[in-house]
């Protein structure tokens, strides 16, 4: 078995600010996903990373950035907050990301812009 | 592209009643299908999973029988417990690394 930790686990920022979310993984899995979740829409993807220093984009990249330091590190980045946006980030992981490769979650960091 | 389409919103069902949660997808392969449930303030995590070979997945009561003629793989149960109440999301999987996932349905189970 094995875990994802994410961090912080809420996060209440400014207009404008660039905001940083971490995530950790212990399951020695290649692949690693951001999603954001918004109630009615879903679960979108953000950035999606299949190894070390990869970097893929999925449909909601605009407005964010992603770095995948290790294997085990995943991070994302709001590059400019918007004003009253509420709204939860999942981080998630498969083994190498095949069609049927099933994807474990983190608990989500939960954002909030002043 | 990929798209799923799932029953909208909030259904809710008295206890012992059976579930039944549609989804359909729309896709150019022949995909790999999921559900996965999150209850409230956990993450989500896999149901069940379609196989390779027709068979049909079971977990904790649900079942979901892949239809490639109706592109279908609703989710049933025969009889709903409170426990089961939760946010249920049905994905496509495909060759590229990604699921597709639809907007979920929330399920509210009373007694």
């Known amino acids: 078995g094995g875990i994802i930790t994410q961090t912080p686990k809420f996060l209440i920022g400014q207009e404008g600010q660039k905001l940083t979310l971490k995530c950790q993984q212990n399951f020695n899995h290649d692949t690693m996903y951001w999603y954001r979740q918004d109630s009615g829409k879903g679960l979108r993807l953000i950035y999606y990373?299949?190894?070390?220093?990869?970097?893929q984009k999925g449909d909601l990249s605009e407005g964010y950035d992603a770095s995948r330091e290790k294997k085990s590190s995943f991070s994302l980045t709001v590059t400019s907050a918007q004003k009253n946006e509420m709204a939860v980030f999942l981080c998630?992981?498969?083994?190498?990301?095949?069609?049927?490769?099933?994807?474990?979650f983190g608990p989500g960091t939960r954002l909030l812009v002043l | 592209g990929d798209s799923v389409t799932q029953t909208e919103g909030l259904v809710t069902l008295t206890e012992g009643l059976p579930v039944m949660l549609n989804c359909t997808y729309q896709?150019?392969?022949?995909?790999?299908l999921f559900w996965y449930v999150q209850h409230l303030n956990e993450a989500p995590k896999l149901l069940l999973k379609?196989?390779?070979?027709?068979k049909r997945p079971e977990h904790q009561g649900f079942h979901a029988t892949l239809h490639k003629s109706s592109s279908s793989f609703h989710l049933q149960k025969s009889s709903a417990q409170l426990s089961d109440s939760a946010l249920y999301y049905c994905a496509s999987g495909g060759s590229n690394a990604k699921l597709t996932f639809g907007k979920g349905t929330k399920l509210s189970v009373k007694s």
């Open positions: 896709s150019t392969y022949s995909p790999f």
């Open positions: 998630a992981s498969s083994d190498w990301g095949g069609a049927q490769d099933t994807q474990y």
């Open positions: 379609s196989f390779t070979d027709n």
């Open positions: 990373s299949i190894t070390e220093n990869d970097l």
